[in-house]
C-alpha cells in the first residue's frame, strides 16, 4: 500500500499571502490530521477530517482551515501568512473509527515565510 | 488539558547496548492511547510503538518495549542491542480514548545519539 503522500514538499511564500497544502491519505482510511512542527512549539494538532466533516480543531486561529474531499484526501490552507508560519506542516491519516487507531504520517511540507 | 513530559533532550548510547527514554504525561482520565513516534533525519515520523491503557501488559515490537506505570504516569521507552538506524528523535505522544479527542500531544522529543 502507498503511505500517506503530501504536496509540495517544499514551499516558499512572503507575508500576506495564502497557501494550500495537500495531502493524499492511505488507501482506506478515512481520517486526517494536520499537525504543525516547529523548533519553538515542537508538534502542535491543527485539525481532524473524518469523512468530509472537522472532527477535532486545535487551537490555532481562523487564518488555518482545512477540508477533505470525499476520496479523503484533505487540503488545509493559510491565509495571510505571518513569520511565524514557517513550520513543517505534517499530515497524517487513521483508519479513524476510534481515537486509538494508529496514526501514520507523511514525509511533510516544509513552509518558509519570508 | 493533557501534557506529555520528556525529560532527557538528548541521550546518547553505545551501538549494541541498550537505552531507555523517558516520558512523564498529566491526564485525569482513566482511558487513552500512548504512543513513541521516531523521526529521522529524513523527518517522516514512524510509529515504534503504541500502548492501550487499560491493558496491564506492556507492548514490545521486536527489540523495542516499554515499561507502561499507569499510576505513576509514566510511559518509558527501551531499546535494545542499539543500531546506527535507531538514531533519531524520538517523541512520546498521548490521545484521550473519549468521543471528541482532541488529537496526539506530543512531547518536546529526546535526541537519541548512537555511537559507533
Known amino acids: 500500500k502507498a503511505g500517506v503522500t503530501q504536496t509540495p514538499r517544499y514551499l516558499i511564500k512572503t507575508r500576506g499571502q495564502q497557501v494550500t497544502l495537500s495531502c493524499s491519505p492511505i488507501?482506506?482510511?478515512?481520517?486526517v490530521s494536520w499537525y504543525q512542527q516547529t523548533p519553538g512549539q515542537g508538534l502542535q494538532f491543527l485539525f481532524e477530517?473524518?469523512?468530509?466533516?472537522?472532527?477535532n480543531k486545535g487551537n490555532f486561529p481562523g487564518r488555518f482551515s482545512g477540508r477533505q474531499f470525499s476520496n479523503s484526501r484533505s487540503e488545509m490552507n493559510v491565509s495571510t501568512l505571518e513569520l511565524g508560519d514557517s513550520a513543517l506542516y505534517l499530515c497524517?491519516?487513521?483508519?479513524?473509527?476510534?481515537?486509538?487507531?494508529?496514526?501514520?504520517f507523511g514525509p511533510g511540507t516544509r513552509l518558509t515565510v519570508l | 488539558a493533557q501534557t506529555v513530559t520528556q525529560s532527557q533532550p538528548e541521550m546518547s548510547v553505545q551501538e549494541a547496548e541498550t537505552v531507555t527514554l523517558s516520558c512523564t504525561y498529566d491526564t485525569s482520565e482513566s482511558d487513552y492511547y500512548l504512543f513513541w513516534y521516531k523521526q529521522p533525519p529524513s523527518r517522516q515520523m514512524i510509529l515504534v510503538i503504541r500502548q492501550e491503557a487499560y491493558k496491564q501488559q506492556n507492548a514490545t515490537e521486536n527489540r523495542f518495549s516499554v515499561n507502561f506505570q499507569k499510576a505513576a504516569k509514566s510511559f518509558s521507552l527501551k531499546i535494545s542491542d542499539s543500531q546506527l538506524g535507531d538514531a533519531a528523535m524520538y517523541f512520546c505522544?498521548?490521545?484521550?480514548?473519549?468521543?471528541?479527542?482532541?488529537?496526539?500531544?506530543f512531547g518536546k522529543g529526546t535526541h537519541l545519539i548512537i555511537q559507533p
Open positions: 488507501s482506506g482510511h478515512r481520517s
Open positions: 497524517a491519516s487513521s483508519l479513524g473509527a476510534t481515537s486509538g487507531d494508529t496514526q501514520y
Open positions: 505522544a498521548y490521545r484521550s480514548a473519549g468521543g471528541g479527542a482532541d488529537g496526539l500531544t
Open positions: 477530517y473524518f469523512s468530509e466533516t472537522q472532527r
